[in-house]
């Protein structure tokens, strides 16, 4: 019976530090805001104003509603649904030639987050964007690659005669002697042995 109640007592503990531990691994993890008042008074005051404009433009709407014969309602309500309608297909259109583009940048490995830079309205307009930003990205990676091997050119067989005395040697620090071996190899070597 004891051993059991020690049992209980250790698995008891043992859920609770890891609960700990999964309590500050969830703080770590928060990330926090912080503003000022004027700031967020700022924010608030803005929020504020966009819905005040949203509610006016409804109670508008709902007033020249009221004003209208039945046939003109229903010729607002169906001229509202077709600019929505109209809205939702061009932005599925948009859509389509973002996904269209993304498809064309994949087959030329280009990079696709350049999708958005490159979309327009038009099919052939966006194709001729891939076309310039195609010639422009192989410039671009030419002219890094070629700055990249540029580099300096190792100087073959060049000696250079160190003026360095081991008194003057043995007052360097570490990080100086440290640089002085790996500049000057064969001196090091004869230092150190001596």
Known sequence: MENLQDQNTIETTEV???????????????????????????????????????????????????????????????????KEF????????LEKMELEVIKQLSSKNLPTQFSKYLL??????????????????QKAIEQAVDTRLKGKTPQVGVVTNTTITKEQFNKLGFLEKQKFATDYPEAYKSFMKL
């Not at 949203?54 to 509603?65: P, S, V």
């Not at 109209?86 to 259109?93: A, Q, T, V």
């Not at 309205?121 to 076309?131: G, L, V």
């Open 16 to 82: 609770t530090t890891d609960v700990e531990s999964k309590e500050v691994e969830t703080k770590e993890e928060v990330k926090k805001l912080e503003f000022t008042q004027e700031e967020l008074d700022n924010l608030i005051s803005k929020r504020l104003e966009r819905e005040k404009k949203k509610a006016q433009a409804e109670r508008e709407e709902a007033e020249k509603l009221a004003k209208m014969s039945e046939a003109e309602k229903q010729q607002a309500l169906f001229e509202k649904k077709v």
């Open 86 to 93: 109209e809205d939702m297909k061009k932005k599925y259109e």
């Open 120 to 137: 327009n309205e038009d099919a052939e307009t966006s194709f001729n964007n891939i076309k310039e930003f195609e010639v422009e990205w």
